[in-house]
C-alpha cells in the first residue's frame, strides 16, 4: 500500500495555450508515478482525446483497451496509437470555463518491464451531457520512464489554466 506522495512537478498552462504540457529529468527515485490533471483543449468539440508519450517516444508502441459512458449510452474500444491513451478532456464547445479531470496511475514507471498505464477520465458540458472513460494502456518498451509528455491525440492545443500534477508515490 502506499504511504507517501510526493509532489514531483508541476506545469500550468498560460495564456496564448501550449501544445503540451510537460515533465521531465523524472527520477527513479520512486515505486510508481500518478499525473493528475485538470484539462481543456482549442478542439472545435465538448472532448478531446488525450494521451501520454514517455522519452519522446512518439512510435506506435502503445495500446490501449478503454470503456466509456457518454451520458446516453456506453461501449468500448481498443487502438494501437503514437502515445498511451488516456481519455478524454473538455474542448472548446463546452460550457465555458469547465475543465475535464485525469487521474493516471504508472506502476513500476522505472523497473525493466513493459509499462502498465491506467486512468479514468471525467468531462462534463452541462449543457448537453457528460463523458467518462475508464482507460488501461500499455507501452511496450522497458526503458525506464524519464520524461512524460501530455498532448491531445487530434493535435490540438491546451488552454489557460490547464495544469497537470506528477506525484512520486514510495512504498517505503
Known amino acids: 500500500m502506499a504511504t507517501t506522495y510526493t509532489l514531483i512537478s508541476s506545469v500550468t498552462v498560460g495564456s496564448g495555450g501550449a501544445a503540451n504540457m510537460e515533465f521531465t529529468s523524472i527520477a527513479a527515485d520512486y515505486t510508481d508515478l500518478v499525473i493528475k490533471i485538470s484539462g481543456r483543449t482549442n478542439a472545435s468539440n465538448y472532448v478531446d482525446d488525450l494521451m501520454l508519450q514517455f522519452n519522446s517516444d512518439t512510435g506506435s508502441n502503445y ?40 487521474d493516471t496511475y504508472i506502476p513500476n514507471y522505472a523497473g525493466s518491464a513493459n509499462k ?42 491546451f488552454v489557460q489554466y490547464s495544469s497537470a500534477y506528477l506525484y512520486g508515490i514510495s512504498n517505503a
Do not use: H, K, M, P
Open 63 to 102: 495500446s490501449y483497451r478503454q470503456l466509456y459512458g457518454t451520458g446516453s449510452a456506453a461501449g468500448s474500444g481498443n487502438a494501437t496509437t503514437s502515445g498511451a491513451y488516456i481519455g478524454t478532456c473538455t474542448a472548446a464547445t463546452a460550457t465555458a470555463s469547465t475543465f475535464g479531470n485525469l
Open 116 to 157: 502498465s498505464v491506467s486512468a479514468d477520465a471525467v468531462t462534463e458540458n452541462n449543457a448537453t451531457g457528460s463523458f467518462v472513460n475508464l482507460v488501461a494502456s500499455l507501452w511496450s518498451n522497458t526503458s525506464a520512464i524519464t520524461s512524460i509528455r501530455i498532448l491531445s491525440l487530434n493535435g490540438n492545443n
